[in-house]
T-cell receptor
Framework: DGGITQSPKYLFRKEGQNVTLSCEQN?????MYWYRQDPGQGLRLIYY?????DFQKGDIAEGYSVSREKKESFPLTVTSAQKNPTAFYLC?????WGTGPQSPLHFGNGTRLTVT | SQELEQSPQSLIVQEGKNLTINCTSS?????LYWYKQKYGEGLIFLMM?????EEKSHEKITAKLDEKKQQSSLHITASQPSHAGIYLC??????????????FGQGTTLQVKP
């Protein structure tokens, strides 16, 4: 079955360390997204990529970095510059963007990152 | 910028009761998505609404977009424990564009008591 796989499910890191969250999809979707979820705040967009080798900052990109070397993969690095990294991180993808018909985002099961 | 406000923030209902969750936008909605989330898991797509007055149903869940396209409601009939979770509405940041960059409401947490 096609879907989005995020790993690991739980991640613990010491303050000051960079950490990379994995996101892999086998849906053949061009566009991929990273969201952050905090209690009572809904989801906020960190970075997105609409094509391989290209990505754009979202609303809260500071302290994060991404790469998109393959269509299937969109890893997110949480750097030591991110002031409040503890959160639930969700990766998503969609088959259609731009002038095409609207289509929903498909989400992975998330990675819960705890930084102490 | 566009904002989505959900109400209520949380809801506790007895099994078998009906309930409604609202999502109000500060700007006209060109596409409104409803998702469900179990705690600690990803979002599951429920329904997408695009036209004013549109109504869609899936099993016991009905979603509507008002004629003015600034408010949507999600109605659950005869609630069951399996309906428990967090319900989120989302809309494209660019309004009529299709960017996939969604903004979300803060979510409504639903508990269903057996």
């Amino acid at each position: 079955d096609g879907g989005i796989t995020q790993s690991p499910k739980y991640l613990f890191r010491k303050e000051g360390q960079n950490v990379t969250l994995s996101c892999e999809q086998n849906l053949n979707h061009d566009a991929m997204y990273w969201y952050r979820q905090d209690p009572g705040q809904g989801l906020r967009l960190i970075y997105y990529s609409q094509i391989v080798n290209d990505f754009q900052k979202g609303d809260i990109a500071e302290g994060y970095s991404v790469s998109r070397e393959k269509k299937e993969s969109f890893p997110l690095t949480v750097t030591s510059a991110q002031k409040n990294p503890t959160a639930f991180y969700l990766c998503a993808s969609t088959s259609s963007w731009g002038t095409g018909p609207q289509s929903p985002l498909h989400f992975g099961n998330g990675t819960r990152l705890t930084v102490t | 910028s566009q904002e989505l406000e959900q109400s209520p923030q949380s809801l506790i209902v007895q099994e078998g009761k009906n309930l409604t969750i609202n999502c109000t936008s500060s700007k006209t909605l060109y596409g409104l998505y409803w998702y469900k989330q179990k705690y600690g898991e990803g979002l599951i797509f429920l329904m997408m609404l695009q036209k004013g007055g549109e109504e869609k149903s899936h099993e016991k869940i009905t979603a509507k977009l008002d004629e003015k396209k600034q408010q949507s409601s999600l109605h659950i009939t005869a609630s069951q424990p399996s309906h428990a979770g967090i319900y989120l509405c989302g809309a494209d940041q660019k309004g009529s564009s299709n960017t996939g960059k969604l903004i979300f409401g803060q979510g409504t947490t639903l508990q269903v008591k057996p």
